[in-house]
């Protein structure tokens, strides 16, 4: 089945202690890309990646990092989380050809206290 | 860059009636227009899209419609059951960036 799969799903951190989100696809796409959902702000762009080794800042990029080593991986990492990071985030992933159809993944609900 | 507002945030239907949200965008070079459901707990999933060379477009008892000219757009869903309840997201293809712009997003409940 074709899929985006993001693990965690649910995470409750404390503010500084660096964690990772984790983010594959099974679709040989060259897109992929990190969003961050919060009420009333829809879906923002965190980052995203062309291809491999290929990274660009989204729209809220700050406090976030992100790394392309592989075509199918793409991890969310927050090196010192901070409350203002609560949030719910998807990845998602696209073929660069043809249609701009994103595939999501289920979501990780991140909580830092 | 573009900028994409949606409305109503809530809305709230019997089942059977129509329901209707509404999006606007700034880019006026803008082509493309999917509209996403996200279900509880589940990731958001396209349900529909347009660009920018028609002015509607049908899937059963889902449509959307685009008026380029006065840069907005609308999801239109019929004879709407329990479960169409969701939150629906427009967005706009931003043709600078080749990124996707999302609206605020509408939570529809189809009351039984």
Not at chain 2, 35 to 44: A, F, I, S
Request: some cysteine; proline content about 5%.
């Amino acid at each position: 089945e074709a899929q985006v799969t993001q693990n965690p799903r649910y995470l409750i951190t404390v503010t500084g202690k660096k964690l990772t989100v984790t983010c594959s696809q099974n679709m040989n796409h060259e897109y992929m890309s990190w969003y961050r959902q919060d009420p009333g702000l829809g879906l923002r762009q965190i980052y995203y990646s062309m291809n491999v080794e290929v990274t660009d800042k989204g729209d809220v990029p700050e406090g976030y990092k992100v790394s392309r080593k592989e075509k199918r991986n793409f991890p969310l990492i927050l090196e010192s989380p901070s409350p203002n990071q609560t949030s719910l985030y998807f990845c998602a992933s696209r073929d660069v050809s043809g249609a701009n159809v994103l595939t999501f993944g289920a979501g990780s609900r991140l909580t830092v206290l | 860059g573009e900028n994409v507002e949606q409305h109503p945030s809530t809305l709230s239907v019997q089942e059977g009636d129509s329901a209707v949200i509404k999006c606007t965008y700034s880019d006026s070079a803008s082509n493309y227009f999917p509209w996403y459901k996200q279900e509880l707990g589940k990731g958001p999933q396209l349900i529909i899209d347009i660009r920018s060379n028609v002015g509607e477009k049908k899937d059963q008892r889902i449509a959307v419609t685009l008026n380029k000219t006065a840069k907005h757009f609308s999801l239109h869903i019929t004879e709407t059951q329990p479960e169409d309840s969701a939150v629906y997201f427009c967005a706009a293809l931003e043709d600078s960036s080749y990124k996707l712009i999302f609206g605020s997003g509408t939570r529809l409940l189809v009351r039984p």
